[in-house]
C-alpha cells in the first residue's frame, strides 16, 4: 500500500514552499503563536522525502482550537486526530495529493523539542541523513500496509538519535 506520497529526492524549493505557508498560517494564530519552524523531513537539506510540507506552530494556549480549526478549513486544512494532549494535527491535500502537515503544540511540549532535535541533527550530520534516507526508501519500497507502518518502522532509528541527543 502506497504511503501518503512518494518519496523523491530533495527538492530545493522546499524552503520556500515553506515560507509560503507560514505566511499564510501565522494569522489564523494570532498573539497565541510564539513560532513557527520548518520541521520533518522537507526541512533537511539533501534529504530525500516525501513532498509534505511539515510546520510545527508553537502556541501559548489552544483555547482557539475550534477557530483556528474553521479558518484553516479556509486554507484548505482538515482535522486530524489530536497525536498526543496537547499536540492537535492538520493536513492539507491539493488535487487529493498530500502537500502540507500542520503540527500545532502548546509551547513547552516535548514533541516540539524532539522534532527540531532531530531536524538539526540530520541537518549537521550527513552520516546519519544518509542512514535515514537509506532506512526511508528501503521501508517504502517494503511496505504493504500504508503510513502507519511506515511511521512505525522508522521511530526506532529517530529514538536511537534522539536518546544519543539527550
Avoid at 68 to 82: H, I
Amino acid at each position: 500500500m502506497p504511503l501518503t506520497s512518494p518519496i523523491m529526492p530533495y527538492d530545493p524549493t522546499w524552503p520556500q514552499q515553506y515560507a509560503a505557508e507560514e505566511e499564510r498560517l501565522k494569522p489564523v494564530f494570532s498573539s497565541a503563536l510564539i513560532g513557527m519552524h520548518h520541521v520533518g523531513s522537507t526541512a533537511v537539506p539533501e534529504l530525500a522525502a516525501k513532498a509534505e510540507i511539515d510546520v510545527l506552530a508553537v502556541v501559548r494556549s489552544d483555547s482557539g482550537l475550534e477557530d483556528w480549526s474553521r479558518l484553516l478549513a479556509t486554507l484548505g486544512y482538515r482535522r486530524g486526530g489530536d497525536l498526543s494532549t496537547g499536540h492537535h494535527f492538520f493536513k492539507r491535500d491539493v488535487d487529493g495529493t498530500r502537500t502540507h502537515k500542520l503540527h500545532v503544540c502548546l509551547d513547552g511540549h516535548p514533541q516540539i523539542a524532539r522534532m527540531l532535535k532531530f531536524r538539526d541533527h540530520l541537518r549537521r550530520h550527513p552520516g546519519d541523513r544518509l542512514r535515514y534516507q537509506n532506512l526511508k526508501l528501503g521501508l517504502e519500497r517494503e511496505n504493504g500496509s500504508g503510513i502507519q507502518q511506515y511511521l512505525v518502522a522508522k521511530d526506532p532509528f529517530i529514538q536511537d538519535i534522539l536518546a544519543k541527543l539527550a
